[in-house]
């Protein structure tokens, strides 16, 4: 299953900066090991925000909804997730 995923990330200016800094290290961590997986098939940057685009192929819902609440940003993020489907004018 596929899902187009957008992830804004909202990090208190008054977390402290070494907690800030151990889970955006762990948060990276956890992205590659997905992506070298296959399960995090692609990431962009959104241009001028603290923000990405993803693409995930994951076996379910449940295995996305695990993936997400398992990031260590996940407290600080306001996430968009939008099933795909195969469209019929693609090559």
């Not at 804004?8 to 956890?30: F, G, N, S, W």
């Not at 940057?45 to 449940?62: D, T």
């Not at 295995?63 to 398992?70: A, F, G, T, Y």
């Amino acid at each position: 299953m596929l899902y187009a995923v957008r992830m804004q990330v909202d990090i208190p200016h008054d977390l402290d900066p070494t907690v800030r800094d151990e889970t955006i290290a762990r948060e990276k961590a956890y992205s590659q090991q997905l992506q070298r997986g296959g399960e995090w098939a692609h990431i962009w940057r959104i241009a001028g925000q603290y923000s990405n685009l993803s693409i995930f192929e994951v076996e379910s819902h449940e295995r996305l909804h695990e993936i997400l609440w398992n990031l260590p940003l996940f407290p600080y993020m306001t996430i968009e997730v939008t099933p795909l489907a195969t469209h019929p004018s693609a090559v």
